[in-house]
């Protein structure tokens, strides 16, 4: 057989090698944002192009959160939040309105208190997705019902489904300091889940 041949069955060999190996690397990249993120990797597809344009921003929204330096709340923080929820949770009644909005400004106070960025509602959601990627959706309904109420587009049963979701994040926000990871704990399950080099140079 012509030495040629046998270059052209190594090249086929090497190209189908390649493939195979894409292939491995991409199914191992999709199980990893899946068991990070569960039910904000669907969102997230449903609201992207592609899945490579779902997985690529989830990606960037890990990138993005490893440089943050999230702090779990001392205990005595955590006492004065918990205290204040009730403060604008017991406001319901007598001023649903002015509960929500209190409710969404607590939650900022918290995040802002733990390390996160608080200026862009956007920026806020995609980094608390990271961490709490079971809640964050209750996150975004229960802003889009306060905004709703700013503007006088509401009603009390919205504002209630608002408070509801508003306490859903805020509960794991304010876990005890005990249950919450280290920041260099954060970053060593960001280490494990965040896919390697070779992976991020394959699309």
Known sequence: MPSW???LIAIAVVALLAVVLWQALGRRRTSRLQQQFGPEYDRTLDTTDSKRAAEAELQARQEHRRQLEIRPLPQVAR???LQSWQSVQGRFVDDPRGAVASADSLIQAVMAERGYPVDDFEQRAADVSVDHPQVVENYRHGHRLAQASANGNDSTE??????QHYR???DELVEPAAEQPTTREQR?????????PSERTVR
């Open 79 to 81: 006492d004065r939040y």
């Open 158 to 163: 919205d504002l209630r489904q608002a408070m």
């Open 168 to 170: 859903a994040l805020f």
């Open 5 to 7: 041949v046998w270059v």
């Open 188 to 196: 060593d399950r960001q280490d494990d889940i965040a896919p390697q």
